[in-house]
Every structure is written in C-alpha cells, then in structure tokens.
C-alpha cells in the first residue's frame, strides 16, 4: 500500500483497502463463511462492521455477517438500540448477550480485566458454536497488537501477540482480525468521516492500564510513525514463527 495513498485518500477509503488487503494476504475470509461480529458499541468494532459489510466485492467473497454484544452486570453500552439501528442498516442482524461478570466471582476474590475477558470470551465462542458460526470477527487495530506483543515481550518474557488468524484446534471455530493492518489513528477519522457512533467505556477497573501506560512508549519508538509500525508488524511475520497467524487451544 503505497504511503501516498494512505496520506491523501478519504479515511473510509483507506480502511476499505487495508481491511481487503488483510483479509485477502492473510486469508480471513472464505466463502460461505458464517461471521459473528464481536460488537463492544465502540468505534473499532462498528467501523469492522462497516467495513465487512461493504466489502464483499472487493474480495470477491459471499459471507453472512451477524453482530452480538455482550452486557455485563457492571459496563454496558447506553446506545444499543442505535447500534442495532445503524447495524441494520448495513444488512447485519444484532443479538444482545448478558453475562453477569461480577456475579460469577467466587467469594473472596476480585474483579479483574482477566476474568472480565475470559467470562466474556467464553460466551462469545459459546453463542458463535450454538448458533453455527465459523468465524468472529474482533476489532483489534495494528496498535492493539503492536501493544500486545511490547506487553508480553516486556511483563511476561514471551514473544506473542493478538494473531489476525487463530484457528481453534478442538472446535470448528476461528478468530479474525480484518483491522490488523489498520492504526486507531485511521479508524478514529473513519469513524468522523462515516458518523459512526461511539460509546465511551464505562469500566471501573481499566482506568490504570498498563497498556495505557505502554502505549506512550511505543508512541515515542515509533515517534506516531505508521511506516514504522508497519514494519514492526512485519517483522512479527518473519522468521521461523507468525505470530499473526496461529493455530489455537480450544479458548485462547
């Protein structure tokens, strides 16, 4: 993709032809494929949908798409009838799904993002096996993974991060990302560009990040250069390992 292009073409536009581009080199979608779309109400999910939605030519795939969201017992989305509204207008059917993430804590523990996230997870793959999808699709970004794999490198010791690709081993069942290749930087003005609404996370306990905190200094590597988190995730498909592409436990 050529820098002139990503400099002087509409954002709608340039998250079109990186989202077809991922897609089409990393092989996300295939025909007939079944695809739930993990809809949080945030920019970065509606714009997938979005871009999924208007996208199907340009890939040269017949697919159905569909959309959940997930509520939980202490953060949800106050626009969901909207979201459900501007979903149908692009032909994506919307599911809502409680869980009660609090609810399910044992006694004397507490809340964490961890057990948010796998009580999440859990019975987003539940629905998507039950209501025979193939595919969910996760609005991750190329700074989510880029900041995924400075975390696991810097806090854990691994060399890991958000595959765009992750094949489950036991069920009949994959994880896309089609916006791996695309910065939140670009998302954030095809969101501007297209009206797409936003909803302001009201979780508690992710106010003091360490993603947050790890997002500075990347910003000061990279010096906000795409051209330089493109490389990076190059890099991350090099060498005897993609971590961009894998093949799964049964819920990783």
Known sequence: ???????????????????????????????????LVAASGGKDSTVMAWALSSLRAAVGKNYELAAIHISSDFCSCCKKAALAARLAEWGIPFADLFVPVIGRLKQGR??????????????LLKYALENNFNKIALGHHLDDIIET????????GELQTMPMFLRYRKYPLSLIRPLGYIEERQIVACAEEKNILKAACTCPYGMNS??????GRI???????????????????SGARDLLNEDGGPWE
Do not use: H, P
Request: hydrophobic share 40%; charged share 35%; net charge positive.
């Open 219 to 237: 910003d000061r590597l990279t010096a906000g250069s795409g051209a330089v988190k493109r490389r990076i995730l190059k890099a991350l498909s």
């Open 149 to 156: 794999f400075f975390m696991n490198m810097t806090a854990k």
């Open 210 to 215: 360490r993603r947050r905190d790890l997002r």
């Open 110 to 123: 507490k809340m964490n993002c961890y057990w948010c996230s796998t009580q999440r997870r859990t019975e």
């Open 1 to 35: 993709m050529a820098n002139r292009f990503l400099r002087k073409a509409e954002a709608s536009r340039i998250v079109q032809k990186l989202a077809a581009k991922a897609i089409l080199e990393r092989s996300l979608v295939a025909e007939g494929d079944r695809i």
